[in-house]
């Protein structure tokens, strides 16, 4: 069973670097064709994409967040981070890892709640 974990500060200062990481569980990042996103959701708002990196490393991002997002793996660990720089309180969000593949988005992380404030 594949399994996905968030893991990163509650509490992020304005200005501030959100950084957020992503344990993988049940597969390999590596494994072919999947890509392994990352994925928001702010208060009473729906979902927002933010960018992906895929099985042989490369990366993809909102166009909209693209020079404020990196996304990052370590193979060894089987992680994958999302850093989001110069935040603001619009980046208080639910973030969520997940795995695509051909069948969509599946399965997500539980989501760890991400707030900006001073």
């Known amino acids: 069973q594949v399994r996905l974990q968030e893991s990163g500060p509650g509490l992020v200062k304005p200005s501030q670097t959100l950084s957020l990481t992503c344990t993988v569980s049940?597969?390999?990042?590596?494994?072919?064709?999947?890509?392994w996103s990352w994925v928001r959701q702010p208060p009473g708002k729906g979902l927002e994409w933010i960018g992906y990196?895929?099985?042989?490393?490369?990366?993809y991002y909102s166009p909209s967040l693209k020079s404020r997002t990196s996304i990052s793996r370590e193979t060894s660990e089987n992680q994958f981070t999302l850093e989001l720089t110069s935040v603001t309180p619009e980046d208080t969000a639910l973030y969520y890892c997940a795995r695509e593949g051909s069948q969509g988005f599946a399965p997500w992380g539980q989501g760890t709640l991400v707030t900006v404030s001073a």
């Open positions: 049940g597969d390999s990042i590596t494994s072919n064709y999947y890509y």
């Open positions: 990196i895929s099985y042989n490393g490369n990366t």
